[in-house]
């Protein structure tokens, strides 16, 4: 019994950590929006030290910051901050890809073809940003570094928060599939060079698609969404 009571008090601060980091993530929370404990601890029924752990956590990952009379909050994500994160996805997924080519087996380029198949598939927008996720990611994986593929999935989250709301409608879905097929391609026929130039310059363009779409501002950027085009690519 006592082990299960061990057990249940290491595991909530990490389940309401694992929750309220996916919906900062995803959106749900926006940045500056205030985390009091209190309510924190009535919404998921638990006391407010479990709690406390969780932003302790979260801060740690730089998506809390505490402000003075205002506690804990989502941390905002600024155009510098996403187009640097920008810039650390070339570095590190550039890197990241080179390694993991010359390592790719059959069983790991036939993941990689079903997340493509899932991707040109699908019609909803937040798929879109899940499987555009899951294609890098796969594509790194064989690379077999942790601490690596930690950094980069970290830091793509991150860069994502700010583009999945400023530039929801940028790139469209067929440029962003179109680029990654023909990565896949370079990938399978074990083109390493060419790979990587592929990564980097898909990459860049999101750079670019970002800071063109922030400079239209707010009514433009309206007007594209309107036009129906969708983004969560590269």
């Keep these: 019994m006592e082990q299960e009571v061990e057990d249940a008090a290491r595991s909530t601060p990490r389940r309401l950590y694992v929750d309220l980091r996916d919906r900062i993530l995803d959106g749900s929370l926006a940045g500056g929006q205030p985390l009091r ?16 752990e969780a932003l302790r956590q979260l801060e740690a990952d730089g998506l809390v ?3 003075a009379n205002r506690g804990a909050v989502v941390s905002s994500v600024s155009l ?5 994160m920008l810039e650390i996805r070339i570095a590190l997924e550039c890197r990241a890809l080179r390694l993991a080519i010359p390592l790719m087996t059959d069983q790991d380029l036939a993941g990689i073809a079903a997340v493509l198949d899932a991707y040109g598939a699908a019609h909803d927008v937040t798929d879109w940003g899940r ?18 593929l930690a950094l980069i999935q970290d830091n793509f989250d991150n860069a994502h928060r700010f583009a999945r709301v400023q530039v929801s409608n940028a790139t469209g879905r067929d440029r962003p599939h179109r680029e990654h097929q023909d990565l896949f391609r370079a990938c399978r026929e074990g083109d390493i060079d060419a790979a990587v130039q592929m990564l980097e310059a898909h990459i860049a363009y999101s750079q670019k698609a970002l800071a ?9 950027r309206r007007g594209v969404a309107g ?5 969560h690519g590269n």
Excluded: C, I, K
């Design 227 to 231: 036009a129906g085009a969708g983004g």
């Design 65 to 67: 910051t505490y402000q």
């Design 131 to 148: 499987l555009n996720r899951d294609f890098h990611l796969a594509l790194y994986a064989p690379a077999d570094r942790p601490r690596l």
């Design 37 to 52: 404990q209190e309510e924190l601890a009535a919404r998921y029924g638990v006391s407010r030290s479990p709690v406390r």
């Design 212 to 220: 063109a779409t922030v400079r239209r501002g707010p009514a433009e």
């Design 80 to 84: 510098a901050d996403a187009l640097e």
